[in-house]
């Protein structure tokens, strides 16, 4: 059984700024990785998702993760947040057939 | 309509009444989904539902009773609900290829807050 743990449950960043998502997965097997992300009200959205080839995988609205199996981890990545970046941030794993384990996500509040 | 919708969006309910929640995908896709999504706590899946048969039940109790009457619906029935059910849940869909590697697409859920 897998498991992800993503290490900051609250991140506050400025406009403009960098801004990064730790994730990090527990699985005897090999994995395919997603991020969803859930704007106020809304659903979750797939911002993007490893499944294999290229380690660094670019998703939409500028975003981008790399997959790192020797350390376990696939962190989220965006050079310049906006206003509309505020959202919560899902990392998930699956490594076996329709089944996504989710983390417990986290909350990007983006400020002017 | 597009994508996945949910109705209704809020609900509230006593841990004696009887109701249900409903999910209608529009993309077409073969399989559907519940989660219940509680605060600062990693999605729970609870039922999967594949050409309209259940492939998944995540050890949910009895009061939750899911329906899929074909592959563009499915409904949660909910009944003697308890206080700590109070939760956003969520209805996905996916196109059922490899499983594993598929993108699951959400509705915008149901908030029940049980009283």
């Known amino acids: 059984a897998q498991s992800v743990t993503q290490l900051d449950s609250q991140v506050p960043v400025f406009e403009e700024a960098p801004v990064e998502l730790r994730c990090n997965y527990s699985?005897?097997?090999?994995?395919?990785l997603f991020w969803y992300v859930q704007y106020p009200n809304q659903g979750l959205q797939l911002l993007l998702k490893y499944l294999s080839g290229s380690t660094l995988v670019k998703g939409i609205n500028g975003f981008e993760a790399e997959f790192n199996k020797s350390q376990t981890s696939f962190h989220l990545r965006k050079p310049s947040v906006h206003i509309s970046d505020t959202a919560e941030y899902f990392c998930?794993?699956?490594?076996?057939?329709?089944?996504?384990?989710f983390g417990a996500g986290t909350t990007v509040t983006v400020r002017a | 309509e597009t994508g996945v919708t949910q109705t209704p969006r809020h609900l509230v309910m006593g841990m004696t009444n009887k109701k249900s929640l409903k999910c209608e995908q529009h993309?077409?896709?073969?399989?559907m989904y519940w989660y219940k999504q509680s605060a600062k706590k990693p999605l729970e899946l609870m039922f999967v539902y594949s050409l309209e048969e259940r492939v998944e039940n995540n050890s949910v109790p009895s009061r939750f009773s899911p329906e899929c009457p074909n592959s563009s619906h499915l409904f949660l029935h909910l009944h003697t609900l308890q206080p700590e059910d109070s939760a956003l849940y969520l209805c996905?869909?996916?196109?059922?290829?490899?499983?594993?590697?598929?993108?699951?697409?959400f509705g915008p859920g149901t908030r029940l807050t049980v009283l």
């Open positions: 699985s005897s097997v090999s994995v395919y």
């Open positions: 996905a869909s996916s196109q059922r290829t490899s499983g594993s590697t598929d993108t699951q697409y």
């Open positions: 993309l077409g896709h073969n399989a």
């Open positions: 998930a794993v699956s490594d076996s057939d329709y089944k996504l384990s």
